[in-house]
């Protein structure tokens, strides 16, 4: 843990992991497992290219992720 991006991705990560657990300790859990493996990519994925010479891409890359958390899996969804 040695560059900005080592810490910016994990901290998506356990972020990432927080939400995974407490949506899934309900009685009827509203994701699925694979919804989660995008992100979870998209953050090894930044912190490769952070600490590869590529910090625009890096943080393109952080930001999409947090889009893709929050529309996919933090958005409301209509009661069935």
Do not use: K
């Not at 972020?15 to 995974?20: D, G, M, P, R, T």
């Not at 509203?30 to 919804?35: G, L």
Request: some cysteine; overall charge positive; glycine content about 4%.
């Amino acid at each position: 843990m040695q560059t900005v991006f080592d810490w910016l991705s994990v901290l998506l990560f356990a972020a990432l992991v927080v939400l995974y657990l407490q949506r899934s300790s309900r009685a009827t859990p509203v994701d699925r497992i694979w919804q989660y493996i995008p992100p979870a990519i998209g953050c090894a994925a930044a912190n490769y290219l952070g600490n590869h010479g590529s910090p625009l891409a890096a943080v393109v890359l952080m930001v999409l992720v947090m889009a893709y958390v929050f529309y996919a899996l933090l958005r409301p969804r209509p009661q069935s």
